[in-house]
């Protein structure tokens, strides 16, 4: 089992910044991707970016350019660093760890709220 808690949510203007932190505790050993998804109120979980066991980024188009995902394996965390922030990226941040056997687990997400 893998344990995932997210933090450095809050409240922030647009054009602002902030990171988010994914901490994972457990079988860190089994995992392979790390991903940030994002659930606005009334809306579907859509991915917004991962990064592969390998250090490589993909991204949603919404975000190209403004976010940055990377992983310190070390300390097992991965970041979201989000810059010009819009309002439209308000929503709950959630951290996924997808497993080498293709399981995945999720924290329990961050709110992030963008004001205008």
């Known amino acids: 089992q893998v344990q995932l808690v997210e933090s450095g949510g809050g409240l922030v203007q647009a054009g602002g910044s902030l990171r988010l932190s994914c901490a994972a505790s457990g079988s860190i050993f089994s995992i392979n991707d790390m991903g940030w998804y994002r659930q606005a109120p009334g809306k579907q979980r859509e991915v917004v970016a991962t990064?592969?066991?390998?250090?490589?980024?993909d991204y949603a188009n919404s975000v190209k350019g403004r976010f940055t995902i990377s992983r310190d394996n070390a300390k097992n965390t991965v970041y979201l660093q989000m810059n010009s922030l819009k309002p439209e990226d308000t929503a709950v941040y959630l951290c996924?760890?997808?497993?080498?056997?293709?399981?995945?687990?999720w924290g329990k997400g961050t709110l992030v709220t963008v004001s205008s």
């Open positions: 996924r760890a997808t497993l080498k056997n293709g399981r995945f687990y």
């Open positions: 990064i592969s066991s390998g250090g490589r980024g």
